[in-house]
């Protein structure tokens, strides 16, 4: 799928400078740093300049060793960006690609231009709009969703309206804010009820499955919106779908063409005591999880699941990449579970495995990303 020719060269015919920009602010910092290390490794440095940037715990841009090694995850050791007294400027004016750095004490001094940033970051301050926004504002090139697809695909209140408005399928749902359930306000108890058992209570913003209760018993509600609501105030409760877990991977198009879904995979939780797909399933407990791709579905199963995860992908007007994760039920029914606009970006997560799977590999599935990337304009579109 990739092709041989170059990428465009910039303005002053060079390579495109690439900044990757991981690390970060939210609980998944080390893994965005062992994903900046597998990319660093795997980009083409013959056709891509690179200059990694860190964002540290505390939110500081800084200069970062561009080292795969320095990155990875090693005898336990969890790579994190280490405070140091600068801080990297991204560029102050519209027309401007110019990144600066400023020392204490000292004029900012220039790093050079950029052309592209891959933002390799999940969660709040990455993948949720706002670091969109900033680039958007700074006038920069960047990989991936833009603000609007990014808020939405964070947002599983906003995700469910968007794509039930395009008329993809979704479960029932109730979603609650604040003392909704105290007040029975809008007769939620009642809407609840009517959702049936088993429900899935989750914080609206969130992921890695965190702050996520599956309850089976109505009497637990309370218990599980203040736990949901321990990550964020507007709470979802699901009712609980009966289907096999499959994700399928969507890249967009090139030049206006169709944006493209790879073969499906499947998550299977092999061990019981979890219930279901929760954090120490994902990242704690590998035993407890198989990860099959391609998933062993039937092909005009596997075609409903392209189609969905690409009109999903479409719905929410997303860009670049993304994840989208849907139930297939026992009679082969596809219902959208949601969509993860950064989904994982290491060699073994997800994503790149089923591009893999469907003819691209890694390094390819880079370069194609960052083609899309340096292709689309700035400002509107
Ligand atoms: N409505 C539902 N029915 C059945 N299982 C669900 C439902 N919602 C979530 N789950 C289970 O919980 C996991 C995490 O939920 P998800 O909505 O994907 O949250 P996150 O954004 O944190 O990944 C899913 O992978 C799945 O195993
Ligand atoms: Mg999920």
Redesign the pocket.
Known sequence: MSSTEQPQPTSTGTRPRVLVLFGGRSGEHAISCATAGAVLRAVDRERYDVLPIGITPSGRWVRVADDPDRWSITDGRLPEVEDVPEQVLLPQEAGSREMQVLEPGSPATTLGDVDVVLPLLHGPFGEDGTLQGMLELADVRYVGAGVLASAVGMD?HFMKIALAGAGLPI?P?VTLRGDDLDRDRDGVRARIEALGL???V?PAR???????T?ITDLADLPAAVAEAQRHDPKVVV??????R?IECAVLGGRAGAPARASLPGE?V?TDATHG????EA?YLDEAAVELTCPADLPDDVIARVQDVAVRTFDAVDCEGLARV?V?VTPDGEVVV??I?TMPGFTPFSMYPRMWAQSGLAYPDLLDELLRLALERPTGLR
């Open positions: 599983k479960g749902f088993p429900l899935f989750k969130a992921g890695s499955s965190i702050g996520i599956r699901e009712a609980g779908i009966v289907g877990e998550i939780v279901f797909y929760d954090f994902k994760d139930f579970n949601e993860n």
